[in-house]
């Protein structure tokens, strides 16, 4: 696979069943790389004869979900490139959509209420005092700042807008003017429509502490109006589903201050009392994207060992519905299991639309025959070190010749690589590079103590991810003897970027580097990024500014001095995760270190450039990477 192949890749996602039917609607997107467009149509699958076909024209639709009755599907349109989405109705036999929002900020997600007459749509408004102005006055006003949470990461400036519920009937022949639920001070993270019809969960951080503290409370809104009642404290709460009897299930952490633990189920009652469903799961557990509730209990995903697997979740235990070596991706089912949907992607499978019925799984389409021609064989092994092994996956090249090793970190720490399609590592070994990535400590997927077993350690020396990183260079030379011992890259993002550079300041058997959206000075990492005002009780165990002695000791700009690896900072310049000061501040110590090295800045990109960027920036960025390392390590052709 080379960067230009982009263009082969289809996101295949957010499949749905719908109600009572043999239709699955389901998301293709695709990039052009020339035009630097991404595409994204609804497709309607018929289980009933294998048809295909594009639903939807584009060029941005997605979320599609079927009413109750199966009879309509809505999803979220933008009707040009530029426009934000807006709500969209069509009939389940097709036709032209109707586009029923005129939302000025666009609607971000979508729900039918029972009665198949109304939705519950979520969307930011304007703060009152920017509402009134056009869209070049808006970019000329001052920007006033009222609380800490004024930037958010993909989202960008939001000091002037919160993000509401809104109730949308169905009945007008033109755009409908939805009604708010919640208050305009508010901002919702999440919302659940009550399967009696008459109300709303919802996800929002309403108190004194919302802009210094993680988490969110639940609270509960009628569809009738009027004020939101609390219904569960503060908790790490990632996705919820509101239950017949009431209550709601909740996917996340009932302490908000757990984190990096592994989210859990939990399952809240009408009377509010909180329970952790399966507690024995020692595994990360997503609603994918949210819980669902069967006959037999709760479907989830649940990452294990660098798999994502489909589980049925009860009060006596789980069971594992879709196994194996690959990353369910999204799921949909019938409320008595007998068909199950998903979306699934495998090491060397970009992901296809698949159907579980009868206990049998079976593919039912096939989007990325071309890219699959293309992709090399990716291994999975095991390595030890310290008394237990750790998971790492690795691609070579074709051929017996001696090829350059990159070693790849993944971003968290608490993520995963696996079993799943990654386009990095195929890029990479098509340009003559040997490739691996691993899970050290710190790691998603194998529980609470491995997840944790970083917190409050970045400040050693010689931390226990480190170690665990470092071992999987040596475990590659051994494993492979073709390795050149003397031509090792390293990079990384986000995490990555921060293990890379802490690596580089004590291993110097490294030719080359990419440090990549990293954190890099916790002190200023505490006041700009979105996340900073609690990242670092979480992760380092101390907070500011009591702890600055502790958080700079962690702090990869502090040893950058000892770095001689050539180095290329790379950094998006609308990065709210890890701002670009980051970058900054590295890239010039590296300088006056007189290191070889190079920044590269991305315009318009935020925290997730290398996943969700524009298709030029994404090309544009592995040609850099390609041609750093080359620079210095001199692959094969």
């Known amino acids: 696979m ?7 890749l289809r996101d295949v996602r957010d499949p749905q069943l719908q109600p009572g039917g043999e239709l699955v609607a389901y998301v293709v997107a695709s990039m052009d790389v020339e035009a630097d467009e991404t595409t994204s149509r609804i497709h309607v699958l018929d289980l009933a004869t294998g048809e295909d076909r594009v639903f939807t024209g584009g060029p ?53 209420v029972p009665d198949g007459l109304r939705l519950v749509v979520t969307a930011a408004q304007w703060r009152t005092d920017v509402a009134e102005l056009d869209d070049d006055a808006r970019a000329k006003h001052p920007r006033r700042i009222l609380d800490r ?3 958010a990461d993909g989202a960008g400036w939001i000091h002037d807008r919160k993000t509401l519920l809104w109730l949308v009937e169905l009945d007008a022949d033109e755009a409908a003017e939805p009604t708010p639920l919640t208050p305009r001070d508010v901002d919702v993270a999440g919302a659940s429509v009550s399967p009696d019809g008459s109300s709303v969960l919802f996800l929002a951080a309403i108190d004194e502490k919302k802009e210094l503290e993680p988490g969110h409370r639940l609270w509960r809104v009628s569809l009738e109006g009027g004020e939101p009642e609390e219904v569960a404290g503060r908790g790490f709460w990632q996705e919820l589903t509101a239950t017949a009897d009431g209550g709601a299930l909740l996917c996340g952490l009932a302490d908000a201050y757990a984190w990096p633990a592994p989210p859990a189920l939990h399952v809240l009652d009408a009377d509010g009392a909180l329970a952790q469903m399966a507690p024995e799961l020692d595994r990360d557990v997503h609603g994918g994207p949210t819980p669902v509730p069967v006959d037999g209990g709760v479907l989830v995903l649940v990452e294990d060992h660098g798999a994502v697997h489909l ?14 070596a690959q990353v369910v991706t999204g799921f949909s089912a019938a409320p008595d299991e007998s068909r199950v949907v998903y979306t699934a992607t495998h090491p060397t499978d970009p992901g296809e639309l698949w159907l579980l019925e009868d206990g049998e799984p079976r593919v039912l389409t096939d ?9 090399l064989p990716v291994e999975h092994f095991t390595f030890e070190r310290d008394g237990v092994e750790i998971d790492a996956w690795a691609v070579l090249p074709p ?9 790849n970190i993944h971003g968290g720490p608490t993520a995963q ?23 050290p400590r710190g790691s998603s997927g194998r529980g ?28 590659m030379l051994e494993r492979h003897p073709r390795i050149d011992a003397q031509r090792l890259g390293i990079m990384g993002g986000s995490y990555g970027g921060y293990a890379t550079a802490r690596i580089l300041a004590r291993d110097d058997r490294f030719s080359s580097a990419i440090i990549e959206r990293g954190l890099l000075s916790w002190p200023s990492f505490a006041g700009t990024s979105d996340i900073g005002a609690y990242f670092d009780r979480m992760f380092l165990d101390r907070g500011m500014p009591d702890d600055v002695d502790a958080q700079w000791a962690a702090s990869p700009v502090r040893t950058a001095m000892r770095i001689t690896t050539p180095t290329l900072v790379l950094h998006s310049l609308e990065d709210h995760r890890c701002p670009p000061e980051q970058a900054y501040q590295l890239f010039s110590v590296l300088r006056r270190a007189g290191v070889e090295s190079e920044m590269l800045l991305f315009p318009d990109e935020g925290h997730e450039l290398s996943r969700s960027g524009s298709p030029l920036h994404r090309r544009q960025r592995f040609d850099a990477v390609l041609d750093w390392h080359a620079r210095y390590l001199s692959p094969a052709s």
């Open 2 to 8: 080379k960067a230009t192949d982009l263009d082969l």
């Open 60 to 112: 941005n639709d997605a979320s599609p979900r079927w009413s109750p009755d199966g009879s309509q599907l809505a999803f979220l349109r933008a009707v040009t490139r530029e426009d934000k989405p807006q709500l969209a109705v069509l009939p389940s036999d097709g036709g032209e959509a109707r586009v029923v929002t005129e939302l000025p900020l666009g609607v971000t997600a979508c729900s039918w």
């Open 149 to 151: 949470n004024f930037r």
């Open 311 to 324: 589980r049925r979740l009860t009060a006596d235990g789980d069971t594992v519905l879709v196994g194996g």
């Open 367 to 375: 989007h990325n025959a071309a890219l699959r021609e293309l992709l």
């Open 399 to 407: 051929g017996d010749g001696p090829v350059p090793l990159l070693l």
């Open 417 to 439: 690589y696996g079993h799943g399609f990654f386009d990095e590592f195929q890029v990479e070994a098509g340009a003559g590079y040997a490739v691996v990535g691993c899970n």
């Open 448 to 475: 609470r103590s491995w997840a944790s077993a970083v917190v409050g350690a970045w400040t050693d020396e010689d931390s226990v991810d480190m170690l665990d990183l470092r071992a999987a260079v040596d475990a």
